[in-house]
């Protein structure tokens, strides 16, 4: 057994520190390398990044591309595609990949250093950066949202409710691999559908001549919904029907960062809609929320179903 940990010992070590070959890694300017460079190692948060994470989509959306007049405005795509973190005055445009919008080297790489949260002898140098674990660190490119979050004092970050911990490994893809052991990681995922599912509480009560139907932001974060500068929108709607499916009461109601009316963490908003119900007959009463943003496609996220 001890002979096997030497054997393994003697194999890691050198291979854990010959860190320098990897130091293209760490280059900057014209030189940054795209993400398909950390996908080598870092697989499963290369996809999440790619697949799930909005962040890669910041230069290519089609609602970017239009906004900052087909990349002419040079105020929008120094964020959109950044070089590296930084207060929203500092930030500046990566000459390179810009398609690749917020990628790895953005938020990791600075002053020719990958920084992590952690301490973790990589293949490539790293350094510690704690703040990567705080709201903060989120505060430079969401200026506004990060104002809300700490106006509305919630316990958690925004690292907790947008990259949830799982027990996995931070590597994968090269031999050594098998031997690193589980870490608690964090999930490049940002918007995912539990935390959608999560988000509202939508619930409803029916009288004589009324229906009234409540919206709670449940999360409790920031606004429902935040932003400064997507036009981000929860649309709630609340139809009444007859038993033979006729509609006899339709209305919508809509916040979004564009009217700046979100629903402010753990609030609740109520509407109360007057209908003339007639006796002795029958309704279904159906209410839903649904989130979307520019561009991209809806998705429901709360429903309320009753009866009169
Ligand atoms: C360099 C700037 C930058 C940094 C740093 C940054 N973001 Fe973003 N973030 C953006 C941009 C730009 C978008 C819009 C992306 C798009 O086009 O949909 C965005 C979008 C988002 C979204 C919405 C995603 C969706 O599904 O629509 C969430 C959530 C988010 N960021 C959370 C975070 C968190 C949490 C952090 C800190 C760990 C962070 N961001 C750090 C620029 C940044
Ligand atoms: C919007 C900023 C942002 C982007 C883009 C981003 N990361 Fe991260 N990354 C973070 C933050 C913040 C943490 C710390 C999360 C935590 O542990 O709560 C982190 C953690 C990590 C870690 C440590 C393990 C873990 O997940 O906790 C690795 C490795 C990592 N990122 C690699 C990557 C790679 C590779 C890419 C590109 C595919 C990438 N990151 C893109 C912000 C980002
Ligand atoms: C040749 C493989 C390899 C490549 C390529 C690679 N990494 Fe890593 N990285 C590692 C290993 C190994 C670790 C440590 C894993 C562990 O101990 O769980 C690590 C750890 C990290 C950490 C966590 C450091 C800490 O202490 O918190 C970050 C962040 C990170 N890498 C980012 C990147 C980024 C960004 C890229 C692309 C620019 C990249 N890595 C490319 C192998 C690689
Ligand atoms: C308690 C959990 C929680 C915390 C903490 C949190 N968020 Fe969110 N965030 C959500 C939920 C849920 C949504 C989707 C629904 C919504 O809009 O509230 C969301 C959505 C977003 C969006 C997309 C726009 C939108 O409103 O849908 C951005 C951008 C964002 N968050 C950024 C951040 C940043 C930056 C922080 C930290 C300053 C943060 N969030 C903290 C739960 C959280
Ligand atoms: C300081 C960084 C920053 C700057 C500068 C910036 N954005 Fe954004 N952008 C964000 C963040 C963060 C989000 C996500 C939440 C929000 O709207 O605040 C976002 C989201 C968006 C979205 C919605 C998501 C998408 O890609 O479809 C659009 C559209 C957008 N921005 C357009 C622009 C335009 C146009 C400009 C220039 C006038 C601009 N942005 C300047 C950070 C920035």
Not at 40 to 61: G, L
Not at 66 to 80: L, N, P, R, T, V
Not at 182 to 191: D, P
Request: net charge positive.
């Amino acid at each position: 057994m001890r002979k096997a940990l030497i054997i393994l010992g003697l194999i890691l070590v050198p291979l854990f520190l010959i860190a320098a070959k990897y130091d293209f890694l760490l280059e900057m300017g014209e030189k940054t390398v795209k993400s398909s460079e950390c996908n080598e190692c870092h697989k499963v948060i290369y996809e999440e990044w790619s697949a799930k994470d909005f962040h890669s989509k910041a230069f290519v959306s089609i609602a970017f591309k239009k906004g900052s007049k087909d990349y002419g405005a040079e105020e929008c795509i120094g964020c959109h595609a950044a070089q590296e973190n930084a207060d929203e005055k500092n930030l500046k445009l990566r000459p390179v990949h810009t398609g690749e919008g917020i990628n790895c080297t953005t938020c990791h790489l600075r002053n020719n250093m990958i920084y992590g949260p952690y301490k973790l002898t990589a293949k490539h140098k790293s350094e510690q950066d704690e703040s990567m674990l705080k709201s903060e660190f989120c505060a430079g490119c969401h200026g506004p949202t990060f104002q809300e979050w700490q106006a509305g004092g919630s316990k958690k970050t925004c690292q907790e409710c947008h990259m949830p911990r799982v027990e996995r490994k931070v590597v994968q893809g090269f031999l050594l691999s098998m031997v690193v052991p589980n870490r608690m990681v964090g999930q490049h995922l940002m918007s995912y559908d539990k935390l959608l599912k999560e988000a509202a509480l939508l619930t409803g009560e029916t009288g004589k001549g009324s229906v009234k139907i409540s919206l709670t932001n449940r999360a409790g974060g920031h606004n429902m919904p935040t932003g400064k500068y997507g036009d981000y929108r929860v649309v709630l709607n609340t139809q009444v029907k007859d038993t033979d499916g006729k509609t006899i009461f339709s209305k919508e109601e809509t916040f979004s960062t564009l009217k700046k009316n979100g629903v402010p963490p753990q609030q609740t908003i109520a509407f109360e809609y007057p209908i003339s119900f007639e006796m002795g007959k029958r309704y279904k009463v159906n209410s839903s929320l649904l989130y979307q943003i520019e561009g991209k496609s809806g998705q429901l996220i709360a429903s309320w179903n009753g009866e009169v």
